[in-house]
């Protein structure tokens, strides 16, 4: 079982199919979406056609912050200008793609994985893994051996042994992980549509269910195309920006 992981697709249809293209290469036997399909940028009803025909056919797709924001009550925490673009991606669906995410779980867990789109031990409250701290928290709030979640836009990895340290480790894209049978995971997956680590190729994920293994993937879009489009809707300029320079 081969299992692909795209988070934080943000609106961006270029990064999407760039993925889904390299991706085909790579056997993959199910998808999985953990959230932010939309947001930020200018193609939602596409994104969002295209996970809802990857979920007919048995994709695990959970829910995100910007995807909740479309119908839900304002987030306070939320930035002017993302708060303009959820106000804009609203405009832009139908009745279909908000009876869509409004159906989505915070949470899927299927065997020894479980998918959020933030972290395990408040799905819906949105707090990042950005350190050890926090994803030993998130190991606490869940048995299963995997957790696999988006939200901060860069990739990183955390695995716990016997002991219960944690231990954080940077992954190289292209470079397979050998995940250790006695160890429990945190993957953060980076960003499919808004990378902000300085790369501003797209980023997934596979996970070698039967060969234990991890890796990621950095996939070149075209990113003056996705940030022309943003410009061309009248989103703040910064977001196109933004996919230019990976940050």
Not at 20 to 44: C, E, K, M, N, T
Not at 97 to 122: I, M
Not at 182 to 208: E, K
């Amino acid at each position: 079982m081969r299992i692909g992981l795209f988070a934080d697709i943000h609106s961006n249809r270029e990064a999407l199919e760039a993925c889904l293209y390299h991706a085909a290469s790579q056997r993959i036997d199910r998808y999985a979406f953990p959230g932010d399909l939309i947001g930020y940028g200018a193609d939602p009803v596409w994104v969002l056609d295209t996970v809802m025909h990857y979920h007919e056919k048995g994709a695990i797709v959970v829910l995100g912050n910007h995807d909740a924001a479309v119908f839900a009550a304002r987030d306070r925490t939320m930035h002017d200008d993302a708060q303009h673009a959820v106000e804009w991606t609203r405009s832009q669906l139908s009745v279909p793609h908000l009876r869509f995410l409004t159906g989505l779980p915070k949470r899927v867990e299927q065997s020894d994985c479980l998918y959020v789109h933030a972290n395990a031990w408040n799905p819906g409250g949105w707090q990042y893994i950005a350190a050890v701290s926090e994803a030993k928290k998130s190991l606490a709030a869940t048995l299963c051996r995997f957790t696999f979640c988006g939200h901060l836009h860069e990739t990183d990895l955390y695995h716990q042994g016997a002991t219960g340290r944690v231990v954080p480790f940077k992954p190289v894209a292209g470079v397979d992980i050998p995940l250790g049978i006695h160890r429990r995971w945190v993957v953060v997956l980076g960003s499919v549509g808004q990378p902000r680590d300085g790369n501003p190729a797209a980023c997934y994920a596979v996970y070698d269910k039967d060969r234990n293994l991890l890796t990621y993937y950095r996939v070149p879009f075209d990113t003056d195309a996705a940030a022309k489009k943003i410009r061309e809707a009248g989103l703040p300029e910064w977001l196109g920006s933004r996919l230019e320079n990976g940050v």
